[in-house]
């Protein structure tokens, strides 16, 4: 990688040029900044292509503005140009050196292909299956008999092999740290692969419009170092724990009655997210910071934040039910600390 | 639907009232009236200008809807549009410039150019062409319908399924634009055969295929195209209507239907149509820019060439929509390899362009204006074009604001601005009248100069993580800063076009006084009185070179005639393709509101109409030798 250095320049340079300008880019979403493989070999290419675009700009350009003043016309000056026809040579010039750049252009973006659409094998592959639904994502590991929501957790330094489904409409995966998009399509099983180099937190978006809530479709992808990854695993697998207090068994009453239909139900009216360690999530609903009050908020309101969100308002709860059910849902998790 | 019946009778009652009743005089008046001249006219410069004209008051419609996207994105979490409306209003953003803007503004150009181009004294089949028009006109108004009766289309201009079915796009919104396009789209089907079938039979005598101005070459393989694109989408749109309207089940995939299928269906006809679009805009290009430079086109065989081959390309280039939908390396390999080989032949284009000014005297009138800045806007576009054709890069680029800034730079920065270059250079011919100079300045530069601040900022904004048709993003400072000057730059463009209205309105104001040849042109159009009379020729010249006019005005001799001053038959005026097109929205506004009997009857009249024109008897008129002399004589004076 060290001595392709230099294509890394120009993202670079864009970068500065932008944090100049007073706006520090966001860190956790930047397609020019990656922190996996995946998006490190289509970062390539997006170098290999703009060198490339910016070479032929420059001559284009060149040409152009020396043809723009030098031939202008000038006032009191009549001037016949010649009616030249063309000219072979030139016109051979411009049409095989295109063509000779392109070919080079062709072999990385041909092996970079193929190469994103190796499925990766061997045993530490940790395998995913997106599932897109209006408008939230669920991922499961079928491997470890976890399911998630909005939160995609994966350990660091291994490929993770995703299988993305889609249920009602088209949707799109992408995580631009990460790497670039696959489709989520009814009917179809795509595959992509991916993996993080260092711990943290990325942000991921639908890409594909896929009705009103379109835009608030997102998701996060933890990154955890092996040792983490296990503990979070560990806690995942294990039931929550039973209420205790008078509060929370009320809580899983009013829990029991009124969401638990779509909300990990054996046969779901509207297929909701898994709600089981819930207090172990960062956001609710792939948008809202994950606190008591903000919880009530999207209870209350869900489609006044999420336009076109399938989960209906539920507003008809007495305030003192409300506390009760979200008492529950924030403590819900496992046994085991995180 | 009752109160529809309503508000016709009351109407019809009304005009009845203010008119005194049906009688003869009343019969004249409209008889005489420009109105039913346009409506049942023939002609095709005046099909050509009634085609501009609607293509640019839905330009300012789409106009505005984009002015409305921007305004919701200029701060992240604002709620002026959100959630379905501004899907509606992104919906119709795009398919309005598309279809119902950019489509009749070239057809507007090619309709008053080709065939004076050619020396022709009309279209090969005018009848066809003012049909053309008409279902192009009362598909555009059906589209736009959907505003207030029931909402607009929301699943995007390319309308995916499953989104775009009954079950996730409920009510009438993707119906209208089901029913509308496809009533456009069989306008826009023979239009195309028709200037097809005059570029082929209708050039002068001597007129070769390599003596035809660029403009009309470029016609040529635009209308080709067309003939192999359109009917993809034709059927697309059917399988579409009968998923929606009957239940049946082509895209649904839960009864063994596919997704992808519209996808291929959408772009087999989606791809060769944004060429489509920017062919015109190449023709326009090499006209401008050789008169302006007063010099021959630079390579005009090669031009030729390049055009050719970027239209036959252009259908073997779909897929690169679809690289993210997974159809395996080995497509998305070719498919980019042949994406890329389109950049060869554009290169020639622009660099013959460059050659053509070279040495050339470049006389900066407002659309050699245009057509200067339409090189440097659209080589970025091309660019750009080169690099979302890579399909490991395009998993990146895909559905973000890169692909937008992408072909806004090549919809807006070439065939936008290749429109205005011709709007200038050909309104005179139009009209009779020149537009204003210092106008056409103030059109120009904030016009360009808002553009790239619009789209330029948009590339980073794809790179920063905002995907497309979003109406809001993540609240960090580099997506907010890049968005407040995208919407800033709309500005600009405003201005620019609020300029070219007034200059409009203004032209018409003045004396129709524009002389027959007033940028010193290079091709037959020119040789004519502007506007030219409706026969066009008095007599069909002969053409002995490639820019005849040009070399006759250099040698001093005149174009000689082809054929002695004789009798002109024209055909005659007929309101048939109105009626026609107007029976075609009544059936498609019947089967968008489910009143199956008004659809129905809709197209039992378009089918009685079709009859009729069958079998009556329309001999056209002619216009005698005398009439003709008069004529000029009196447009001299
Ligand atoms: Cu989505």
Redesign the interface.
């Known amino acids: 990688m060290n001595q392709r250095k230099w294509r890394y320049l120009l993202p670079v340079v864009?970068i500065a040029l932008?944090a100049l300008?007073?706006?520090?880019?966001?860190q956790r979403?930047?397609?020019?900044d990656p922190s996996g493989s995946a998006?490190e070999?289509?970062?390539d290419?997006?170098n290999w292509?703009?060198m490339?675009?910016l070479g032929?700009?420059a001559i284009?350009?060149t040409?152009?503005i020396y043809?723009?003043i030098r031939?202008?016309?000038r006032k009191g000056i009549e001037?016949?140009?010649?009616?030249?026809?063309?000219?072979t040579k030139?016109?051979v010039i411009?049409?095989v050196i295109?063509?000779i750049a392109?070919i080079v252009?062709?072999f990385p973006?041909?092996k970079?292909?193929?190469?994103?659409?190796e499925k990766p094998q061997g045993d530490d592959v940790i395998k995913v299956k997106v599932i897109g639904y209006?408008y939230w994502w669920e991922f499961q590991y079928p491997d470890l008999g976890i399911t998630t929501a909005q939160e995609l957790v994966i350990p660091v330094n291994k490929k993770v092999s995703l299988e993305l489904e889609g249920k009602?409409?088209?949707h799109?995966f992408?995580v631009?740290n990460l790497?670039?998009?696959?489709?989520v399509?009814?009917?179809?099983i795509?595959?992509m692969w991916l993996d993080a180099k260092k711990p943290g937190e990325y942000?991921g978006?639908?890409?594909?419009?896929?009705?009103?809530?379109?835009?608030?479709m997102d998701f996060k992808v933890y990154a955890k170092e092996q040792a983490d990854f296990d503990k979070w695993v560990a806690s995942m697998k294990q039931p929550p724990k039973q209420a205790v207090s008078e509060i929370d068994k009320k809580g899983e009453a009013l829990y029991k009655q009124n969401c638990m239909g779509c909300h990990a139900g054996a046969t779901p009216q509207v297929p909701g997210p898994e709600l089981n360690n819930f207090a172990l999530r960062e956001t609710i609903a792939g948008m809202l910071p994950n606190t008591e009050a903000n919880l009530k908020k999207w209870i209350k309101h869900t489609e006044d934040l999420k336009?076109?969100t399938r989960m209906p308002k539920i507003n008809y709860l007495q305030e003192d039910e409300l506390d009760a059910l979200t008492h529950y849902l924030m403590n819900r998790k496992s046994k085991t600390e995180k | 639907m009752g109160t529809l019946i309503i508000v016709t009778v009351a109407l019809l009652f009304l005009t009845a009232i203010l008119t005194g009743g049906y009688n003869q005089r009343f019969l004249d008046q409209v008889k005489n009236s420009v109105v039913w001249d346009y409506i049942t006219t023939v002609d095709h410069k005046k099909i050509g200008i009634l085609y501009f004209i609607s293509g640019l008051v839905f330009f300012v419609i789409g106009g505005i809807e984009a002015l409305l996207i921007r305004i919701q994105l200029v701060a992240p979490g604002n709620d002026f549009l959100?959630?379905?409306a501004?899907?509606q209003v992104l919906t119709m953003h795009g398919t309005t410039m598309i279809f119902l803007a950019a489509m009749p503004l070239i057809f507007g150009l090619m309709n008053v150019v080709v065939p004076l181009q050619i020396g022709a004294r009309d279209v090969a089949f005018p009848f066809l062409n003012a049909l053309g028009y008409w279902l192009f006109s009362f598909g555009g108004i059906l589209l736009n319908l959907s505003w207030f009766f029931g909402g607009a289309p929301?699943?995007?201009w390319t309308s995916?399924t499953?989104?775009a079915l009954n079950e996730?796009s409920p009510g009438p919104g993707v119906d209208y634009y089901v029913l509308g396009l496809q009533i456009t789209g069989i306008g826009t089907l023979m239009s195309a055969v028709n200037f097809a079938v005059t570029i082929i039979n209708m050039r002068a005598p001597g007129m070769t295929f390599l003596r035809m101005p660029m403009f009309t070459w470029t016609t040529l393989v635009t209308s080709a195209l067309l003939l192999f694109a359109m009917p993809a989408l034709t059927v697309g749109l059917l399988l579409l209507m009968f998923d929606r309207l009957f239940g049946a089940n082509f895209f649904d995939?839960?009864m063994g239907g596919?997704?992808?299928i519209w996808q291929h269906l959408f772009w087999i006809f989606g791809h060769p149509e944004v060429y489509i679009v920017i062919m015109p805009a190449f023709g326009i290009m090499s006209e401008v820019i050789s008169t302006f430079?007063?010099?021959?086109l630079?390579?005009?065989?090669?031009m030729v060439f390049a055009v050719a081959l970027i239209g036959f390309l252009g259908f073997m280039v779909w897929v690169h929509h679809m690289y993210?939908?997974?159809l395996?390396?080995v497509s998305?390999?070719v498919f980019?390899?042949a994406t890329?080989?389109i950049?060869?032949p554009t290169?020639?284009k622009?660099?013959?362009w460059?050659?053509t000014?070279?040495?050339?005297?470049?006389?900066?009138k407002t659309p050699m204006l245009f057509a200067?800045g339409f090189?440097?806007t659209f080589?970025?576009g091309g660019?750009?074009g080169?690099?979302v054709a890579?399909?490991?890069?395009?998993?990146?680029?895909?559905?973000?604001y890169f692909v937008v800034a992408h072909f806004h730079y090549t919809m807006v920065g070439g065939t936008v601005i290749g429109l205005f270059a011709g709007a200038y250079y050909w309104w005179p011919k139009m009209f009779g009248r020149k537009l204003d100079e210092r106008l056409g300045k103030w059109h120009f530069w904030p016009f360009i100069i808002g553009f790239h601040l619009t789209f330029f900022p948009q590339h980073?904004l794809?790179?920063?993580?905002m995907?497309?048709?979003?109406?809001?993003?993540?609240d960090?400072?580099?997506?907010?800063?890049l968005n407040i000057i995208s919407t800033i730059g709309v500005i600009g463009m405003t201005i620019g076009t609020l300029a070219f209205m007034y200059n409009i309105i203004q032209s018409f104001r003045r004396k129709a006084d524009a002389p027959a040849d007033p940028w010193n042109g290079r091709t037959l159009e020119w040789a004519i009185p502007s506007p030219p009379p409706a026969y066009n020729f008095k007599q069909l010249p002969l053409i002995r070179a490639y820019d005849q006019f040009w070399i006759s005005k250099q040698t001093g001799k005149e174009i000689e005639p082809s054929e002695p001053l004789g009798e002109i038959h024209m055909p005659s005026p007929t309101y048939l393709p109105f009626l026609m097109s107007l029976a075609m929205f009544i059936s498609g506004f019947g089967f968008i509101t489910r009143g199956y009997e008004m659809g129905a009857l809709g197209l039992i009249l378009f089918f009685i109409v079709m009859f009729i024109r069958s079998y009556e008897h329309d001999p056209g008129y002619h216009i005698q030798p005398d009439e003709l002399t008069g004529v000029e004589k009196e447009a001299k004076a």
């Open positions: 864009l932008a300008s007073g706006c520090s880019i966001d979403l930047n397609a020019l998006g070999i289509q970062l290419l997006i292509s703009i490339l675009m032929v700009f284009v350009i040409i152009y043809v723009l031939y202008r016309k001037r016949m140009p010649e009616q030249v026809h063309g000219n030139l016109e411009w049409t295109p063509i392109l252009l062709a973006t041909v970079y292909t193929f190469d994103l659409d209006q009602d409409v088209l799109s992408w631009p790497g670039g998009k696959t489709d399509v009814p009917g179809r795509n595959h942000q978006k639908c890409a594909e419009l896929c009705g009103p809530g379109h835009s608030l336009p076109g | 959100i959630g379905d501004y899907n929301d699943a995007g995916y499953s989104l996730f995939h839960a596919s997704h992808v430079s007063k010099k021959r630079f390579g005009y065989n090669s993210t939908v997974g395996g390396p998305n390999s980019a390899i890329m080989t950049a060869v290169g020639i622009v660099f013959n460059l050659f000014m070279w040495g050339g005297e470049l006389d900066f200067v090189i440097p080589v970025m660019m750009t080169v690099m890579l399909p490991p890069a395009d998993f990146q680029y895909q559905d973000t980073f794809g790179l920063f993580g995907p497309r048709r979003v109406f809001t993003y993540n960090v400072p580099i997506l907010q800063t």
